[in-house]
């Protein structure tokens, strides 16, 4: 039989066995828990840049050279004409 000395040392070591596995677990999951919300705040941060190119390249101005039409009503060489062809091109 064993004396009531080693008993103590492994009920001991059971003990911290299991303290140690649940605070190594909880570290575990606090870690990945951790790193799933930092990749959820990197997609959300994705979508957001690409929601505002999209709003950009949507509501940017037509420049006159782009578009090839002068859009300049006090210039002489102004053709309204071409001015709305080009409107309804652009705003079907």
Same mark, same amino acid.
């Given at each position: *039989?064993?004396?009531? +000395?080693?008993? $103590? ?7 911290? +066995?299991? @303290?140690? +596995? ?9 870690? #990945?828990?951790?790193?799933?919300? #930092? =990749? ?9 840049? #690409? ?6 390249? =949507?509501?940017?101005? $037509?420049?006159?050279?782009?578009? +090839? $039409?002068?859009?300049?009503? *006090? %210039?002489?060489?102004? %053709?309204?004409?071409?001015? @709305?062809?080009?409107?309804?091109? #652009?705003?079907?």
């Amino acid at each position: *039989m064993s004396s009531s +000395g080693v008993n $103590v040392l492994r009920y001991t070591a059971l003990g911290l +066995g299991i @303290f140690y +596995g649940f605070t190594h677990q909880r570290s575990i999951t606090a870690s #990945q828990k951790a790193a799933a919300a #930092q =990749k959820e705040y990197e997609r959300k941060e994705k979508l957001i840049e #690409q929601a505002k190119a999209e709003f950009a390249k =949507k509501n940017s101005p $037509v420049k006159a050279t782009d578009a +090839g $039409v002068n859009q300049d009503p *006090m %210039d002489p060489k102004f %053709d309204l004409e071409a001015y @709305f062809n080009n409107l309804v091109k #652009q705003n079907p």
